[in-house]
């Protein structure tokens, strides 16, 4: 921020250095008339600067921008009519001789006095126009960078919320299904309890950076594939394929284990054959998920599970992906399935 401001500053002394040094450039090899410019150029030229600077540093603020515009109004006509007569008084008083080159009034060619008198009040003008048209900018950019901050932030909350809804979700389906296993297979659900604390280390100390490598992603999901095994009969079949992912391939954490989650819940049944089929491939900067179930529905007094899967995810991939992903899901022939890409 120290840097902008030094940078602003030499700016602003090249501008005025170059506007103060015109005349002499133009004029350059050619007699030059230094009373004529001082009094005709440079003078009025300070008076820009001062009309500029006071109303971009003080007046526009205090007044303008707090919407009291009749008093900035009247406070630049009585600075600019003060430079006026400034102007004439240093003329009058420091330049006669070039009072006494001027032809008399009345054989004077040229404008009339009040002409005159508006073609200075314009020229006096512009400085503050000018000064009004950059602070106005400015204030635009500041403003429209602080909503974009503050939509970032809202982003960033949101997204943290529905992370830590996804946390207790997944932890609250994963007990059930080791609550199933206590009285069936106390061995297997003491193993299901190891297997769950190292998929907790993942989602709590892993996962809560904005991306992780689709390595790790594709090693907690064959992690829960195995622990969802140990419940599984053998009328469900669970075929699983990965890509070989190289660490430097990331994405966001947590968007895949929603679908796998949801497949167990509901493509399982106790009493019929059944298939889980979940297949990943990635193609330089896109990954795509498919995955297909046979579909169970719940039973009415089926109260496991809180349905937050399927629509936390489809809220996080439009607010980490928008305009980046295709999700599309379908129920065919009693198979339930899903498509999931998305452009990393």
Avoid: C
Wanted: hydrophobic share 45%; proline share 5%; charged share 20%.
């Amino acid at each position: 921020m120290y840097k902008n401001k030094k940078i602003i500053i030499v700016q602003h002394l090249l501008i005025w250095l170059v506007l103060f040094s015109i005349p002499f450039v133009l004029s350059y090899g050619q007699e030059l008339d230094n009373n004529r410019l001082i009094a005709h150029f440079l003078i009025p030229m300070l008076f820009y600067a001062i009309i500029f600077y006071l109303n971009f540093f003080i007046l526009i603020d205090k007044f303008l921008f707090s919407n009291k515009t009749v008093v900035f109004i009247l406070i630049n006509l009585v600075i600019i009519g003060f430079f006026i007569l400034m102007k004439e008084f240093i003329e009058d008083n420091y330049f006669a001789e070039l009072i006494k080159k001027r032809p008399p009034e009345d054989n004077r060619e040229g404008p009339p006095f009040k002409l005159f008198l508006y073609v200075q009040m314009l020229s006096y003008a512009a400085p503050l126009l000018f000064s009004i048209a950059i602070k106005t900018t400015k204030r635009w950019v500041k403003t429209e960078a602080e909503k974009k901050e503050a939509d970032n932030f809202k982003l960033q909350t949101e997204l943290q919320h529905l992370r830590y809804q996804l946390q207790p979700h997944f932890f609250f389906n994963s007990l059930n299904n080791i609550y199933s296993l206590v009285d069936i297979s106390p061995d297997k659900a003491k193993s299901t309890i190891h297997s769950l604390g190292k998929l907790m280390r993942y989602l709590l100390y892993e996962t809560s950076t904005e991306l992780v490598p689709l390595s790790k992603e594709i090693e907690f999901m064959r992690k829960y594939i195995d622990l969802m095994n140990l419940r599984l009969t053998d009328k469900t079949t669970v075929e699983s394929s990965f890509p070989i992912s190289e660490p430097q391939t990331k994405i966001a954490p947590l968007l895949f284990i929603s679908l796998i989650e949801n497949a167990f819940k509901h493509g399982v049944s106790a009493s019929k054959e059944s298939v889980i089929s979940i297949d990943m491939t990635t193609n330089e900067n896109v990954v795509i998920f498919k995955i297909e179930n046979y579909n169970f529905p719940k039973q009415i007094n089926d109260k496991s599970g809180s349905g937050i899967g399927l629509p936390n995810l489809k809220k996080r991939l439009e607010l980490l992906y928008p305009g980046k992903h295709l999700f599309q899901q379908e129920i065919k022939n009693g198979i339930y399935s899903v498509y999931l890409k998305i452009e990393i």
